[in-house]
Nanobody, 117 residues
Framework: VQLQASGGGLVQPGGSLRLSCAAS????????MGWYRQAPGKQRELVAV?????????DYADSVKGRFTISRDNTKDTVYLQMNSLKPEDTAVYYC??????????WGRGTLVTVSS
């Protein structure tokens, strides 16, 4: 599967961005889709994950709860990450990941989000 992330850019603190992750295959073939991020000099970390069907629940990193929302559109095979109230510490490269029912993970190329005044 190929995953194409987009929507990154430069935004001021307090602003919003919506990231998109378009998959080359039906996302319903995967168990979960997730967003991760990697800030300069830091390890990649989980931001949010969501099941690709109605079963299961979404999960968020504590640092983004209440500010970020993950969603999916199975008709477009696309997963979104709505990011509100952005902070400078949200600056990172954001990656999309698909995880199969067998546990295999597939990464897409990242998209850079910079939060700065």
């Amino acid at each position: 599967v190929q995953l194409q992330a987009s929507g990154g850019g430069l935004v001021q603190p307090g602003g919003s961005l919506r990231l998109s992750c378009a998959a080359s295959e039906r996302i319903s073939r995967f168990k979960v889709m997730g967003w991760y991020r990697q800030a300069p000099g830091k390890q990649r970390e989980l931001v949010a994950v969501a099941p690709t069907t109605t079963a299961g629940s979404t999960d968020y990193a504590d640092s983004v709860k209440g500010r970020f929302t993950i969603s999916r559109d199975n008709t477009k095979d696309t997963v979104y990450l709505q990011m509100n109230s952005l902070k400078p510490e949200d600056t990172a490269v954001y990656y999309c990941k698909a995880i199969s029912y067998s546990g295999m993970g597939y990464w897409g190329r990242g998209t850079l989000v910079t939060v700065s005044s």
